[in-house]
């Protein structure tokens, strides 16, 4: 008897232990993140992101190129070989040497044009990594919101299902009783298995959400969102002008447009300063080639532009300069769209939910228990129960659904304008 007792008890440390390292391994593989602490992590780890930041790099160094000045030119001339004295490499006293040394002197502001051209394109770069960042951000956030949505209505879902799972194990002891018939067991498993493929449904996009967020984060771990409740109240109402203001005083493809005007203009400047022929001075040396020994000469050397005048190019920057223009308005004629339809969503979003928190509140619960209680006590029929059970269950998702719509048309609206109000 003992012996049972210690094998009985033995069985149970058994179990014990190995829940206890079950639980451990899921904790030390599950990462608990807020909405801040996924921005964070991304900043820091996303691939694209470090990329596009090496770019901001690569286009600064542009600037520290544009700002050097070129290189002056040596050049020496030796004697190979004199057939007059039949002497090879003759280039003592006698023999024969020169030297030249040549300056480029830049003219007409190229040097500083092409100095503005480098800042612009830097500017660009980090307004490119800031919408990077912004269209990663508002993913990460949308993925989230959904997750823990997910998570919310999946607990329900396992809550529902073992409930369901106690009634059919008493129901089925009262089928082989003979006290209910065999086709309420039946519909109440059918019930069960529809309700089963809903939370495996569920679990499916739980899963697509988990792997969007875990590629972004560059991780491995299970991400379990912590995102608190969303307080309708603490909304603050903005005007459509001032959020069409503030998204094109934010939005980063809206000030890159911006810049590729300016680069366009800073090009034309650019085009027009090469027309204005730069400089070559020349001072060199020569032993006993010129006109006299030991010669010492200074010179310049300037292209005339008779024919090339750098003509098409100019034309061409003339082009882009208007072809930047249609593009800019372009651009923001979409943003104050996108704005407008935000907007609009997002209120939408808000009286709805509204709505339906003013529906929704413990007496689902309450109700679904006492439905559940009398049921089992067969007060409530069957049918009447499936009904209602069903109606519980569509109910809950739409709330999830709902709540999930809200927060993701926030992130919208902060999206599309390039800032976070919400």
């Given at each position: 008897?003992?012996?049972?007792?210690?094998?009985?008890?033995?069985?149970?440390?058994?179990?014990?232990?190995?829940?206890?390292?079950?639980?451990?391994?899921?904790?030390?593989?599950?990462?608990?993140?807020?909405?801040?602490?996924?921005?964070?992590?991304?900043?820091?780890?996303?691939?694209?992101?470090?990329a596009a930041s090496m770019n901001i790099e690569a286009q600064k160094a542009q600037i520290i190129q544009a700002e050097l000045y070129p290189n002056p030119l040596f050049t020496a001339d030796f004697n190979a070989y004199d057939l007059e004295n039949n002497k090879p490499f003759h280039v003592g006293s006698t023999g024969q040497m020169g030297f030249q040394?040549?300056?480029?002197?830049?003219?007409?502001?190229?040097?500083?044009?092409?100095?503005?051209?480098?800042?612009?394109?830097?500017?660009?770069?980090?307004?490119?990594?800031?919408?990077?960042?912004?269209?990663?951000?508002?993913?990460?956030?949308?993925?989230?919101?959904?997750?823990?949505?997910?998570?919310?209505?999946?607990?329900?879902?396992?809550?529902?299902?073992?409930?369901?799972?106690?009634?059919?194990?008493?129901?089925?002891?009262?089928?082989?009783?003979?006290?209910?018939?065999?086709?309420?067991?039946?519909?109440?498993?059918?019930?069960?298995?529809?309700?089963?493929?809903?939370?495996?449904?569920?679990?499916?996009?739980?899963?697509?959400?988990?792997?969007?967020?875990?590629?972004?984060?560059?991780?491995?771990?299970?991400?379990?969102?912590?995102?608190?409740?969303?307080?309708?109240?603490?909304?603050?109402?903005?005007?459509?002008?001032?959020?069409?203001?503030?998204?094109?005083?934010?939005?980063?493809?809206?000030?890159?447009?911006?810049?590729?005007?300016?680069?366009?203009?800073?090009?034309?400047?650019?085009?027009?300063?090469?027309?204005?022929?730069?400089?070559?001075?020349?001072?060199?040396?020569?032993?006993?080639?010129?006109?006299?020994?030991?010669?010492?000469?200074?010179?310049?050397?300037?292209?005339?532009?008779?024919?090339?005048?750098?003509?098409?190019?100019?034309?061409?920057?003339?082009?882009?300069?208007?072809?930047?223009?249609?593009?800019?308005?372009?651009?923001?004629?979409?943003?104050?769209?996108?704005?407008?339809?935000?907007?609009?969503?997002?209120?939408?979003?808000?009286?709805?939910?509204?709505?339906?928190?003013?529906?929704?509140?413990?007496?689902?619960?309450?109700?679904?228990?006492?439905?559940?209680?009398?049921?089992?006590?067969?007060?409530?029929?069957?049918?009447?129960?499936?009904?209602?059970?069903?109606?519980?269950?569509?109910?809950?998702?739409?709330?999830?659904?709902?709540?999930?719509?809200?927060?993701?048309?926030?992130?919208?609206?902060?999206?599309?304008?390039?800032?976070?109000?919400?």
């Open positions: 008897m003992k012996t049972k007792r210690k094998t009985i008890t033995l069985g149970l440390l058994i179990i014990v232990a190995a829940l206890f390292t079950s639980l451990q391994t899921k904790a030390a593989d599950s990462l608990r993140v807020t909405l801040l602490q996924a921005d964070s992590m991304f900043l820091a780890t996303n691939y694209q992101l470090l040394l040549e300056q480029l002197i830049i003219l007409g502001g190229k040097r500083q044009s092409e100095i503005d051209l480098a800042k612009t394109n830097a500017s660009i770069a980090e307004l490119e990594f800031r919408d990077l960042i912004r269209q990663l951000k508002f993913q990460i956030h949308s993925n989230l919101h959904s997750l823990n949505h997910q998570e919310v209505l999946l607990n329900k879902y396992n809550n529902q299902l073992r409930l369901l799972d106690t009634i059919l194990n008493s129901f089925q002891a009262q089928v082989s009783a003979g006290n209910i018939p065999l086709k309420d067991v039946v519909r109440l498993k059918v019930e069960y298995l529809n309700l089963n493929n809903d939370r495996a449904e569920l679990l499916k996009q739980m899963y697509d959400e988990r792997a969007k967020i875990q590629t972004i984060l560059r991780t491995n771990k299970i991400i379990v969102p912590i995102i608190g409740v969303i307080d309708v109240a603490s909304f603050k109402i903005f005007d459509i002008e001032e959020l069409n203001q503030i998204a094109l005083s934010n939005r980063s493809d809206y000030l890159i447009s911006q810049q590729n005007k300016t680069l366009a203009e800073q090009n034309l400047i650019y085009q027009k300063n090469l027309a204005i022929p730069d400089v070559n001075l020349i001072a060199s040396y020569d032993q006993r080639g010129g006109a006299f020994r030991n010669q010492f000469n200074i010179g310049f050397a300037v292209p005339l532009p008779f024919w090339n005048q750098n003509q098409g190019n100019i034309q061409a920057a003339s082009h882009k300069i208007k072809q930047a223009e249609y593009t800019d308005l372009d651009i923001k004629n979409s943003i104050l769209a996108d704005v407008q339809n935000s907007y609009s969503l997002f209120n939408q979003a808000v009286v709805e939910y509204k709505k339906a928190m003013a529906l929704y509140n413990s007496d689902f619960e309450i109700t679904l228990k006492g439905m559940s209680d009398n049921f089992q006590k067969r007060n409530v029929s069957l049918l009447e129960f499936v009904d209602f059970f069903e109606s519980y269950n569509s109910a809950e998702a739409e709330i999830a659904r709902i709540k999930t719509q809200l927060a993701v048309s926030a992130e919208q609206l902060n999206f599309s304008i390039g800032k976070d109000i919400y």
